[in-house]
């Protein structure tokens, strides 16, 4: 068994080294310098943020204690994506692209604690609550939004 698994490991980061290698060197232009550091900082971008979302999907479950669950029942990348709507929908879709990056981070992230520690505040009021009620409250909430989200597009678009 063991074998077999490092042989699939194996196998596996030999296709993502000769991936990485194709995405850097396959169809450089002239100005292949050029070319060649967006490409980098972008795979770098690529797996940092791979990394980050595998090991925060790890603790997830490992708090859970089910490898079945993940980050997405907690419903907050719906409430990110309704935070951007919802700027674009009052304010209109310039200010989103005249926002300086850092604060529209700041904003959301904030906007995110905030519901994060209300939400838990009220819920872990009572002791007797467990972590499967709050993933039942996390996947209310996430369709809610998301339904809200879908619901500012089509009012913004409704095409």
Not at 16 to 21: D, G, K, Q, T, W
Not at 93 to 100: E, I, R
Not at 122 to 146: A, D, P, S, W
Request: hydrophobic fraction near 55%; glycine fraction near 4%.
């Amino acid at each position: 068994m063991a074998k077999k698994s490092s042989s699939q490991l194996i196998v596996l980061s030999l296709l993502a080294i000769v991936s990485l290698a194709l995405y850097l060197g396959y169809n450089l232009p002239n100005r292949w310098q050029y070319a060649l550091e967006n490409r980098a900082l972008s795979l770098i971008a690529i797996v940092i943020t791979g990394a980050a979302i595998a090991l925060a999907t790890m603790i997830f479950q490992t708090v859970v204690n089910n490898r079945i669950s993940r980050r997405v029942f907690w419903g907050l990348d719906s409430l990110y994506l309704l935070i951007q709507t919802t700027i674009i929908f009052l304010f209109g879709s310039s200010t989103l692209l005249s926002m300086n990056s850092i604060a529209l981070f700041v904003l959301c992230t904030g906007l995110m604690m905030a519901f994060s520690l209300v939400l838990y505040h009220f819920l872990f009021k009572k002791e007797n609550q467990n972590i499967f009620f709050l993933l039942l409250v996390g996947i209310i909430f996430g369709t809610f939004f998301c339904s809200l989200t879908t619901f500012m597009e089509v009012l913004i678009d409704p095409k």
